[in-house]
């Protein structure tokens, strides 16, 4: 697989709602899973190539020819990564309530420390919280108000994402085929000027890529985080699997991939942009593995149809890219 690794910074806040709770508006996370931009990438392609577009897109992710992780902050040069699904062990002196409080608040640890974080909860060695960067993007809350349709206004208010300086998000893309990557790419650039996320008619979600990295080769790699990455990434000689994508399982895959896993649960809904879908534009709701839960073993994963009866299949993707970690 061809391995691409991209950063984005965004020119207008993003409102990305957590989805916990219908009240999308009213939350947002600086992070973006990866069927929230697969949806928004089938939008741009029927919008620049028509319904063939959009197929050919569905079909190369049913097949495994172009998969997505989530997007997760980054801070300068560094990268983070979600907090792997782990539950301490208790070997040697108990932690001190104050660690035990941070290491908990973590979200996101740096791809780099990544091992000395299983290391200490597996009660090898200390971690220490205290340097960790979290900071990624401040919260803002706009007052909006909605007149369609209404005799009196509506007042509503929408959470958005500003980014800090410096920071933004990061993804990965594999692919079999180089054309198919340049295409998905085209793809992501266009995204970038029309935004992803919600309220994007407002002008929220804008973006532009910052960097990106090819990361097929070994020597790909330009420094020590892209190194492990690749490794990571490539290595079969492993324990474990970490998950950067927030994902379930196929129906027949679903016993296997849970022996022995440790996971978190994620809502997805939402509704459909197609404007030739149907009235009722309110997807199915299913409840994923997150990003950062740990496997045994890999699952390949699948794209749901979650359309509600509309003129056309509504696809949520959820087919995973993993990291080979090491842990007991």
Known sequence: MNYYLYKISFITPLHCGSGESAKSLESSRASI?????????????????GAQAVSDLCEGAKRG?????DLFPYHGDDIYIPKPALLPRTFGEALEADRKKAM???????????????DSMEGRSLFEPEGIFKNFAETEIVEKVSLKGLEKSNPYFVTT???NRGCGLHGLIACGDEKKLKT?????RLLGMGGIGGKVSAGYGKFKIADEYDLTYEEDAYDEQTKRLWHMLTTEKTQAYLSLTTSLPSDEELGEAMEGSLTTLRRRGGFVASESYGVSRKKDTQYFLGAGSLFRKKYAGTLYNVARGGAHPVYRYSKPIFLGVDYQ
Do not use: M, N, Q, W
């Not at 791809?111 to 000395?116: Q, S, V």
């Open 104 to 118: 908990k608040s973590l979200e996101y640890i740096p791809l780099l420390r990544l091992e000395e974080y299983i």
């Open 161 to 163: 994402s500003v980014f």
């Open 33 to 49: 899973c990866a069927d929230t931009l697969f949806s928004a990438l089938c939008c741009e392609a029927a919008a620049d190539g």
């Open 65 to 69: 020819d172009v998969l997505f992780s």
């Open 184 to 188: 998905v790419k085209r793809l992501l």
